[in-house]
Nanobody
Framework: QVQLVESGGGLVQAGGSLRLSCAASGSIFAIERMSWYRQPPGQTREFVAA???????NYADSVKGRFTISRDDAKNTVFLQMNSLKPEDTAVYYCNAVTRLYRLEYWGQGTQVTVSS
């Protein structure tokens, strides 16, 4: 079992920045990849960024150059630094973990990000 707790969401003006955190606990050794997804109002959940155990990262085209995913292994925490925020970045942001064996998926409870124009 893996537990994920997100924090850092809030209200920010367009052009501003926020940093989201996702603290993982439980069977952390089993995690192969951690990702951020988001669900804008009235839309389906979409991929934002991911980081693998080996440190490889990838991003959705819509956030490349503005968002950065990173991790602090000592704190079992993954971060999403979001710069140059746009109103279309408004969404509930979810942390996701996938295990190496069996590809089990775990989700956090989500954190709201609202970008005002």
């Amino acid at each position: 079992q893996v537990q994920l707790v997100e924090s850092g969401g809030g209200l920010v003006q367009a052009g501003g920045s926020l940093r989201l955190s996702c603290a993982a606990s439980g069977s952390i050794f089993a995690i192969e990849r951690m990702s951020w997804y988001r669900q804008p109002p009235g839309q389906t959940r979409e991929f934002v960024a991911a980081i693998t155990r080996g440190g490889s990262t990838n991003y959705a085209d819509s956030v490349k150059g503005r968002f950065t995913i990173s991790r602090d292994d000592a704190k079992n925490t993954v971060f999403l630094q979001m710069n140059s925020l746009k109103p279309e970045d408004t969404a509930v942001y979810y942390c996701n973990a996938v295990t190496r064996l069996y590809r089990l998926e775990y989700w956090g409870q989500g954190t709201q990000v609202t970008v005002s124009s």
